[in-house]
Nanobody, 123 residues
């Protein structure tokens, strides 16, 4: 098991910014990603940092507004969220350790999950 702890969530107005952090303890984690979920909807992939080549991947809905980064030495990952919209309101989850290296946006791809941190964007 790799315990994951998210932090940095909160309430912000439309157009504002927040930075989420995810810390992994125990064994070193190579790959991590951010997901989010709204009640009644499926959990969706938001951002992924591929550490082998430094590439980042984003859901279309957040491209240009969110930036993911990862510090392997510290076993941490961050998500800088700018120009937040009401539709970004969700519980944000950190995921770590891919199973299949097939589709990072699939929930089934990831072994470990954090408890989530709530982000609320209001007008």
């Amino acid at each position: 098991q790799v315990p994951l702890v998210e932090s940095g969530g909160g309430s912000v107005q439309v157009g504002g910014s927040l930075t989420l952090s995810c810390s992994a303890s125990g064994s070193p984690v190579r790959e991590m990603a951010w997901f989010r979920q709204v009640p009644g909807k499926e959990r969706e992939g938001v951002a992924f940092f591929y550490p082998l080549d430094g590439r980042t991947y984003y859901a279309d809905s957040v491209k240009g507004r969110f930036t993911v980064s990862q510090d392997n030495a510290k076993n941490t990952m961050s998500l800088q969220m700018n120009s937040l919209r009401a539709e970004d309101t969700a519980m944000y989850y950190c995921a770590a350790s891919r199973k299949f290296n097939f589709d990072w946006m699939s929930v089934q791809e990831w072994r470990f999950w954090g408890q989530g941190t709530q982000v609320t964007v209001s007008s």
